[in-house]
């Protein structure tokens, strides 16, 4: 089995299939303040999904098991179903997820499910409109979304995830009722501590809601019963005692899990990052010119290299320029 030099196999990779985003997200997007016509990877610099496709192939060779699509917003790209049927094809793929912010699901989850995706995962931060526009960045309806959420519900694509980055001063205060509206939906809440991904977030360490308080904030109201961490999984698990719901804790700065961290990342324009907080990536795109068994030989050299543990070292290690969150997918 391939394994890195800290002994992590490679079971899991996330796609960036697009880099472009209808939200502007505080904590992940470019804000106006980056230039209200911010650009993004232009169509020819991105990966063909069959490109994408037989990539996926040869790290099937190497362990991964897993696919993650993420962008950008994924549903802003074409023919992502298409997309999506290919790589179900792939024998070796056990699981098939896709996160997304939720606003084209009403008419598009019914396709995504026919055509192979197992299950989904929504990014939501509040429940409030005013809120919520100000996370978002756009005066979009907060109902769109939670009519895409019932839309992935209709389409049967559970588990669905709801995830919540939580942001003190922004939706601390909302953490109960989110978990209150939920509950009763049997849908996993994934509670999210703000992370220092990229540069534009302008992240600071008192910005950031441990998960242990929200815990303690939530068990103030609710019983709940801990599943633990299993190895390879980011998420501490608990389920609420009443059999209604689930609620999940990522704790990347308080706790972090970067020793058992199984997954590689794919950007849109085909670099390969080991890390979501790296600096750079490799170039795989230029690769697609050789065989696949030279992609295959080159893959390999660069995950028996890896040594990333970001998250471990965050304390002592220097500032310096990451790449952005929806250019590798978080």
């Not at 502007?24 to 991105?46: E, I, S, V, W």
Request: glycine letters at 6%.
């Amino acid at each position: 089995m391939l394994k890195d030099l800290l002994q992590r196999p490679i079971r899991t990779m996330r796609i960036s299939v697009i880099d472009a985003c209808n939200f502007r997200c505080t904590y992940c997007m470019p804000t106006d303040k980056y230039g209200a016509n911010y650009k993004f990877l232009p169509k020819k610099q991105l990966l063909t999904f069959d490109e994408m496709v037989r990539l996926i192939s040869i790290f099937t060779t190497l362990g991964v098991r897993k696919i993650k699509i993420t962008g950008g917003e994924p549903l802003l790209r074409e023919n992502i179903c298409h997309f999506i049927s290919s790589v179900s094809q792939i024998p070796q793929i056990e699981d098939i997820s896709l996160t997304t912010n939720g606003y084209f699901l009403p008419r598009q989850a019914k396709n995504l499910k026919d055509a192979g995706l197992h299950r989904i995962t929504i990014s939501l931060d509040s429940l409030q409109q005013q809120n919520f526009q100000k996370i978002i960045g756009r005066k979009y309806s907060l109902d769109r979304v939670l009519q895409g959420i019932a839309a992935a519900e209709d389409a049967k694509l559970f588990p669905i995830k709801i995830n919540v980055v939580v942001i003190k001063g922004y939706n601390d205060m909302e953490i109960l009722n989110i978990v209150e509206y939920f509950k009763k939906k049997h849908y996993i809440v994934r509670f999210i501590e703000y992370m220092d991904v990229g540069n534009v977030n302008a992240w600071e360490m008192r910005h950031v809601v441990p998960s242990k308080q929200i815990l303690q904030t939530i068990q103030e109201k609710y019983a709940l019963v801990a599943h633990g961490l299993q190895y390879g999984e980011v998420a501490s698990r608990y389920v609420h005692e009443d059999g209604e719901g689930e609620i999940n804790f990522i704790s990347s700065v308080t706790e972090p899990f970067c020793s058992s961290c199984v997954r590689a990342r794919l950007s849109a324009e085909g670099k390969l990052y080991t890390c979501l907080f790296a600096s750079k990536g490799h170039d795989v795109k230029s690769m697609l010119i050789k065989s696949d068994d030279d992609i295959r030989d080159y893959l390999s050299n660069i995950w028996q290299k890896r040594s990333d543990r970001y998250s471990e070292e965050r304390s002592n290690t220097t500032k310096k320029n990451k790449v952005e969150m929806y250019h590798i997918g978080g």
